[in-house]
């Protein structure tokens, strides 16, 4: 028994060990409840009388409040992961690794990690003199953090495929469940909308849309697409896998907002 508890012991510190590996700072505490949802770790890095550089480790699906920093401007840097964020009457934006927004003073925003990817960020944030670092307001709403994004960072194709005939029936099959499987269970995947020819049935076409690359390699380790491409691998005869570029980004954002 005692040697049973020692190796959990060693597994729970290696647990631990991984996970801070995966940060650049240590976090220092988890954020209050009150003013996140889910779990957010933060260390400060840095603080004076007229600026604050901060730590963020959001686990998936966790973001701060609604806020806003008095008259004091405020830079965003996502270190890793991917992210969301949104100030007050627009649109929600995806940041990956590397991006980086600047926050005018007293525009109310938020942000956190998606639901698929945790993220680190880094803060840098002045402080009006005689002001607090931030005012809290409400908790962002599960239908405001679930709102469409901007789609500059979406991964779009279309995969065109050409399926044996003797197979046809099977394949789709499994294409049609791993596309419902997707789009059900994961976040990521804006749409998979599969169309067949109607002059050929063993042509098939598949929009694919998802929402980063993170999100599509994400997809790719599943273990619903794992079970449709093994299954179907002596069934295609071709497959062809274009990535396509939107011609109108911002007539996209119109589509993604409606119902």
């Known amino acids: 028994m005692k040697k049973l508890s020692i190796l959990l012991l060693a597994a729970l510190l290696s647990l631990s060990a991984a996970a801070q590996a995966q940060t650049i700072f240590p976090a220092e505490f988890t954020a209050p409840a009150e003013f996140n949802t889910g779990t957010v770790h933060i260390s400060v890095l840095s603080r004076s009388e007229r600026q604050m550089t901060t730590n963020f480790l959001f686990e998936q699906g966790s973001r701060n409040s609604w806020h806003y920093h008095p008259n004091a401007t405020q830079v965003l840097m996502v270190l890793s992961g991917e992210a969301y964020y949104q100030e007050e009457g ?4 995806l940041l990956c690794k590397g991006d980086l927004v600047t926050t005018a003073p007293n525009v109310r925003h938020w942000n956190g990690a998606t639901p698929w990817s945790a993220a680190e960020c880094m803060t840098v944030t002045e402080i009006a003199e005689g002001e607090e670092h931030a005012v809290q307001l409400r908790k962002v709403t ?7 994004i901007t789609c500059e960072n979406m991964i779009v194709r279309i995969a065109e495929i050409e399926v044996y005939p003797q197979y ?3 394949y789709l099959a499994f294409a049609n469940e791993v596309d419902r499987l997707s789009v059900e269970r994961e976040p990521g995947v804006i749409c998979l909308f599969p169309m067949q020819s109607a002059d050929d049935a063993t042509q098939i076409c598949i929009l694919e849309i998802y929402a980063s690359d993170a999100a599509y390699q994400a997809h790719l380790k599943t273990e619903h697409f794992q079970k449709y491409k093994q299954g179907t691998l002596h069934m295609v005869k071709s497959l062809k896998l274009p990535t396509m570029q939107p011609l109108d980004p911002e007539t996209m954002r119109l589509i993604f907002k409606k119902k």
């Open 90 to 93: 627009q649109p929600k934006q």
């Open 142 to 148: 599960d239908e405001e953090f679930s709102s469409p």
């Open 168 to 170: 046809l029936e099977e």
